[in-house]
């Protein structure tokens, strides 16, 4: 699970439509719990409406509203978590207005990549495919900027932003092929191809739609953010540089105290 960034904001001084996302997610999510499982039509999406009702406003509405409403707390969490680490970064190197039409075409993109594959009665809620296309540009604009991470059952970690992004993208592409187990009620439940959609699309928009002055591949500016107090918490396996020997040992103690803390503990 990804939980910091170091990457800190040089051209922009406060990320509003990040933020601003997040709240109105969270604005939405407590207008869901307090409606009950009966949502607005205009913050759910049926793929079917897409060729069946083309002309219906609310069809349109849906095309954008289900970008704004989640299935539960968790993907809630999980989407504002990684639009907080991330969003900040892209929308600074986009700037504002930019940064809302690559959330727009990839929130647009995933919806369309479902309706052209899913069956028609298929219902689409979540941000996932804007934030996909969020991560894309992450992916293009700062691969090597270093992401705080927990992984092997809550060990924290910091890694390239590439391999991350990477590492997820791999896993949607081959649940999306029904690898891992993509195919049983659980899998179905996941829009996979919506993030592999929302993704090419934040590529596409980074690669043809960025600033001329904003480069591809730069490395992170390491800073004290919104997510400083989150980062220090975070164990850090050697320098901001290459895999030294140093580090390695490093690693390889932790792991092993880590490993042998599991056996006593059971």
């Given amino acids: 699970m990804l939980i910091a960034d170091r990457n800190r904001c040089v051209r922009i001084r406060t990320p509003w439509v990040t933020w601003g996302l997040i709240g109105l997610c969270c604005l939405v999510f407590l207008t869901e719990v307090s409606a009950g499982d009966e949502l607005p ?31 539960d707390i968790f993907h809630l969490f999980g989407n504002m978590l990684v639009l907080w680490v991330f969003g900040d970064n892209v929308e600074d190197a986009l700037g504002h207005v930019r940064y809302v039409a690559l959330l727009v075409l990839s929130a647009v993109a995933g919806a369309l990549a479902m309706a052209f594959t899913a069956p028609p009665d298929t219902l689409l809620v979540g941000a996932s495919g804007a934030i996909a296309g969020v991560m894309g540009a992450y992916l293009l604009l700062y691969p090597h900027a270093r992401v705080a991470v927990l992984a092997f059952k809550g060990v924290p970690l910091q ?7 990477g590492l997820w993208f791999l896993v949607n592409l081959l649940n999306a092929f029904g690898v891992f187990g993509a195919g049983d009620e659980e899998g179905h439940a996941v829009a996979w191809l919506a993030h592999i959609g929302g993704f090419a699309a ?29 980062w220090r918490v975070a164990w850090r396996a050697g320098g901001e540089g ?4 140093e580090t390695v040992m490093k690693a390889a103690l932790f792991l092993g105290l880590l490993g042998a803390g599991m056996l006593v503990t059971g």
């Fill in 242 to 245: 290459d895999w030294t020997a």
């Fill in 202 to 230: 934040g590529l596409a928009m980074t690669l043809l739609g960025r600033p001329a002055d904003v480069p591809l591949f730069q490395e992170g500016r390491a800073g004290d953010g919104p997510e400083g107090w989150l």
């Fill in 41 to 71: 039509r205009a913050l759910i999406l049926r793929t079917g409406d897409l060729f069946e009702h083309p002309g219906d406003p609310v069809t349109w509405l849906g095309l954008l509203g289900h970008a704004l409403s989640h299935a």
């Fill in 159 to 165: 890694v390239p932003a590439s391999w991350f992004v």
